[in-house]
């Protein structure tokens, strides 16, 4: 068959001209490979950690408080459920295995006292592949309250979806409030719209209390808003207290739960969605683009994640002393920035905090930095300290705000440590300097810098 006529991306085709990419169209001279991508760059977390391994390379002491993946290892039970399971080959269900679907259910019922069953359930490659689905499927508005984690605008971006930001305030812990989302809905009653709650949060480490989401609640039911209650980091809440969403609007809300934060196992790929009946169409339109996709989620995998869900003692344990940790550690932090003039609520779960700057605003105006993209680069310039500036998380420029990420220690060791210590011990100040000196490092490096 004659070959068909080559052009360079980016011209016209004649009708019935046959596009095909040759290598010297791909790589011919003036040929722009980006103008078929929707207008998007590198996520500012890869950025900054490739930043920071340039810097790395010349020699020079980082830091690195920028990328947001648990320091602990997978529960044994867990990595042992997937050496197991290592000779499954099989293409699974697009819904997910069944076996699996069945103790994420009873994860939900036994945790949140909540009532799923295996058919409300849809696994997937990380609930951020999940997350997109959604979106691609539900022809609505995306309600955001920032300061949120970087990647739901973007996805929303790709998908050619409206975002609504809604900027939330320090004095109330960085939370949405009921009236926010009630005034929004009122401005075009009956308009399709996701909103997104994150809780405990990335990037701030706050939560809502279960009073918070049962009047956020009400005004999603009142104005039929569907919640997507991104729960990633609800089993590590300080105190194991996570309250969901759900508890209150079963009927409109769908969790967002995986493996990737409190089991340590980001890279495994494993997401969970639990839906309420109401909205199994959803699932359905999900489960249809999915099977036309990434057809389903690798099988060992999904056969391991089966002993993460279920009960079990160990990983109770684990979970306890990994959260024991966090919870030391995430309040010193906070209470060093303090020390020096910054602000940052009290965190009570997950491994972030999101200081904000701005009582040194003079200070730090005086040697130029006026944005929190500036305060970024000049931290890890100078102080050799790495972390996302508040921009990337949907904050206006000049607001000094910054996600820190308390992760750069050796989760391994430091748990092998707390298991040795009497069950009811606390973690005090000499553990964290012993097995957590990453973070304490780097943020009196930061304070001292910023005290400068
Ligand atoms: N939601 C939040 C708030 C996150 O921080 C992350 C990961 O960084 C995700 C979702 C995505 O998690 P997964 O690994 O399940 O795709």
Not at 391 to 416: I, K, W
Request: hydrophobic residues 40%; proline residues 6%.
């Amino acid at each position: 068959m004659a070959r068909a006529m080559v052009r360079p991306l980016g011209s016209a085709y004649e009708a019935g001209e046959i596009p095909i990419m040759s290598e010297e169209s791909l790589n011919g001279p003036g040929v722009n490979l980006n103008l078929r991508v929707r207008g998007l760059g590198k996520s500012p977390t890869v950025a900054i950690n490739e930043h920071s391994d340039r810097l790395r390379a010349e020699g020079r002491e980082v830091w690195k408080l920028g990328l947001g993946q648990s320091p602990f290892p997978v529960p044994r039970a867990v990595v042992n459920a997937l050496k197991e399971n290592a000779h499954q080959k099989d293409y699974l269900a697009v819904q997910g295995l069944l076996q699996l679907r069945e103790a994420v259910a009873g994860y939900h019922q036994r945790k949140h006292g909540v009532n799923v069953s295996a058919d409300d359930v849809l696994i997937g490659p990380g609930s951020k592949e999940l997350m997109f689905l959604l979106q691609l499927v539900y022809y609505g508005d995306l309600v955001i309250p920032t300061p949120s984690w970087v990647s739901y605008a973007p996805q929303a971006q790709i998908i050619g979806r409206q975002v609504r930001m809604l900027p939330t305030r320090a004095e109330n812990d960085w939370l949405l409030t009921p009236d926010q989302l009630d005034e929004l809905c009122h401005e075009d009653t009956g308009r399709p719209r996701i909103v997104v709650l994150n809780y405990p949060s990335n990037p701030t480490g706050g939560t809502y209390e279960g009073e918070e989401l049962a009047a956020l609640a009400q005004v999603a039911r009142r104005h039929g808003v569907i919640v997507l209650s991104d729960e990633i980091y609800g089993e590590l809440n300080f105190k194991g207290e996570h309250v969901s969403i759900e508890r209150f609007y079963p009927e409109g809300t769908i969790v967002a739960s995986g493996l990737s934060k409190w089991c340590g196992a980001g890279g495994w790929r494993l997401g969970t969605f639990a839906f309420p009946r109401q909205l199994h169409w959803l699932l359905e339109a999900m489960s249809a683009v999915a099977s036309e996709t990434f057809t389903s989620t690798s099988a060992p995998i999904q056969y391991a994640a089966v002993a993460a869900f279920e009960p079990n003692i160990e990983i109770e344990r684990y979970l306890w002393r990994t959260r024991h940790i966090l919870r030391a550690l995430g309040p010193e932090l906070a209470r060093r920035l303090r020390a020096v003039g910054v602000e940052v609520i009290e965190p009570v779960g997950g491994f972030y905090l999101f200081p904000d700057f701005s009582p040194l605003r003079e200070k730090l105006a005086a040697r130029g930095i006026t944005t929190s993209e500036k305060l970024a680069n000049r931290a890890l310039e100078e102080a050799g300290v790495a972390f996302l500036p508040g921009t990337h998380f949907g904050r206006p420029r000049e607001e000094l705000t910054a996600r820190l990420a308390y992760v750069n220690f050796d989760g391994a060791t430091a748990l092998a440590a707390a298991e040795q210590q009497p069950a009811d011990a606390e973690i005090d100040l000499a553990f964290l300097k012993r097995y957590c000196e990453g973070p304490l490092t780097a943020v009196d490096r930061l304070c001292e810098w910023v005290a400068r």
